[in-house]
């Protein structure tokens, strides 16, 4: 894949996220591998207005491609719509946007799947029963919202989660002091909360170290970088965190790298049923996204645990 003298800039939620800079990393080695420029950029706090502005001054520097993590779903449309009125291609990754604001999404992995793999965690650590809190990043983070309501689906349809009750959805706005702030209230307002799952890394590792400093009884599970959750990581007392899941942020920017190039080639379109090779991770479909728009899966969930957790400390 060729970029030369082509602009690809890649839009992270927020500043001061390890997750968000390991995307940034796998993108920019990418472009910069294929001669093209990257420009990427990291808004103060993870709200829309701040990616707005950051849209805008992209579209008057005339850049080829905008890839971004959505903070909000819809707030983004108008601005992203410029953009591809533009001339610019515009996908998302991580965090989606509606149909109408994209062309793809490269999604980390299916949304029913992480729902699934985080309730069934909740389930098993919990023993069966019981209550438990879910610790989320922004309120209007299209990521976790997604996969909050595919959990809550679960809990609806399928009785194996009858005897589980979700307390609360508390949010630490991906911010570490929220996040312990968050985590905290959670244990004083419930005193027989079992178990809390926080599907983002900036809320998982705050509260691995309030429950581990603590020496709480209550678990947690959720999506963590293995890098910042190893020392929680273990089957015994001493550790908050029996196991989470996650995938390859580096290979998630690595592929949202090969889309922007493939849309600005022109390569593919963004339709549903369109096929590229992403470089050497191989070939990828546009399938549907379930909300009219297409989606690029990364793969699988995987779970991290005592077992293999010392494999993976270092890589991500
Ligand atoms: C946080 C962010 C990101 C999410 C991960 C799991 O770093 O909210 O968007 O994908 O957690």
């Known amino acids: 894949m060729d970029a030369t003298g082509k602009t690809f800039a890649i839009v992270v939620k927020s500043a001061g996220n390890p997750y968000n800079e390991k995307e940034i990393e ?99 650590i919990s023993g069966g029963s019981g209550q438990f809190a879910i610790l989320s990043a922004t309120s209007q983070a299209t990521n976790q919202n997604a996969w909050i309501d595919a959990m809550k689906s679960l809990m609806e349809s399928d009785s194996k989660y009858a005897n589980l009750e979700l307390v ?21 307002n419930y005193p027989d909360l079992k178990v809390i799952c926080a599907p983002t890394t900036v809320g998982i590792s705050a509260a691995a170290k309030v429950l581990q400093d603590q020496k709480s009884t209550v678990k947690l599970t959720g999506l963590g970088l293995p890098s910042e959750m190893a020392e929680y990581i273990g089957d015994d007392d001493a550790h908050s965190c029996p196991y989470m899941f996650l995938w390859n942020p580096i290979e998630l920017g690595d592929l949202a790298a090969y889309t922007a190039i493939a849309l600005v080639n022109g390569g593919i379109t963004g339709a549903t049923g369109e096929k590229f090779t992403a470089g050497d991770m191989g070939d990828y479909t546009l399938t549907d996204a379930g909300d009219n728009g297409s989606e690029i899966i990364l793969g699988p969930p995987f779970e991290f645990n005592a077992d293999n957790i010392a494999d993976w400390k270092d890589v991500y």
Do not use: H, W
């Not at 808004?43 to 890839?67: C, H, K, R, Y």
């Not at 949304?111 to 309730?119: F, K």
């Open 26 to 124: 796998g993108f920019k080695a990418v472009i910069e591998a294929a001669g093209g420029t990257c420009i990427s950029k990291e808004p103060e706090a993870a709200t829309a207005d701040a990616q707005v502005s950051v849209i805008q001054s992209l579209i008057s520097q005339g850049v080829n491609s905008i890839s971004i993590a959505a903070n909000d779903e819809n707030a983004l449309q108008s601005a992203l719509q410029d953009a591809m009125n533009a001339g610019i291609k515009v996908s998302c990754f991580d965090s989606k946007v509606n149909a109408d604001s994209r062309q793809t999404f490269c999604n980390q992995a299916g949304t029913q799947e992480i729902g699934q793999a985080l309730m069934d965690a909740v389930l098993d």
């Open 168 to 188: 609360e959805v508390a949010y630490g706005d991906d911010e570490p002091q929220k996040s312990t702030d968050q985590t905290q209230a959670l244990l004083t």
